[in-house]
């Protein structure tokens, strides 16, 4: 793809775990959990989201990928002003959970939110039967990566999406 003109975007590190993490109560977070993606959720998410998605990207991730033919939790976590701080999505399949669409808004991120969201998605995935666990990270998400890396997550390997080089 490189000799054809395509650059590589999005470097993504997939990460894996078979130990669930132990939840970390916290008294000044408030976790919801939800079987279908609530509008308060999925804005929040679109909100944390970095921006330049379609309408069209918009209403498939919405009705398609949020709404998979397997068990799945959604997760929000707000802060004591009841705005939603960070959310994320735990999907099991084959007794691997995967978790996904973790995101925390911008200004709320290291204060603890997105912990919350993870401790509370590895709870589902047990709950829903995972014996291990996959998170699908972008490389240069040096905080996400942390973040796994502390709840005993290693590295399994990495993919990345290529497009045509603008000319």
């Given at each position: ?126 709950l829903l039967g995972a ?17 796994f890396e502390k709840l005993g ?15």
């Open positions: 793809l490189l000799a054809r003109g395509y650059v590589s975007t999005a470097t993504t590190s997939v990460l894996k775990s078979t130990v669930p993490a132990g939840e970390t109560p916290s008294r000044h977070l408030h976790v919801e959990v939800e079987s279908e993606p609530t509008d308060r959720w999925f804005d929040a998410y679109m909100a944390a989201e970095v921006g330049g998605r379609s309408e069209g990207d918009v209403a498939a991730l919405r009705d398609v990928l949020l709404r998979p033919s397997h068990p799945t939790s959604f997760v929000s976590v707000a802060g004591h002003d009841g705005a939603i701080a960070s959310v994320g999505q735990v999907v099991v399949v084959d007794g691997w959970a995967s978790i996904q669409c973790l995101a925390t808004m911008p200004g709320l991120r290291r204060q603890g939110a997105g912990r919350a969201v993870v401790d509370a998605l590895m709870a589902q995935g047990v014996q291990g666990f996959v998170a699908a990270v972008l490389a240069d998400n040096a905080a996400s990566l942390g973040l997550f290693e590295h399994s390997h990495s993919y990345s999406y290529f497009v045509v080089a603008d000319r």
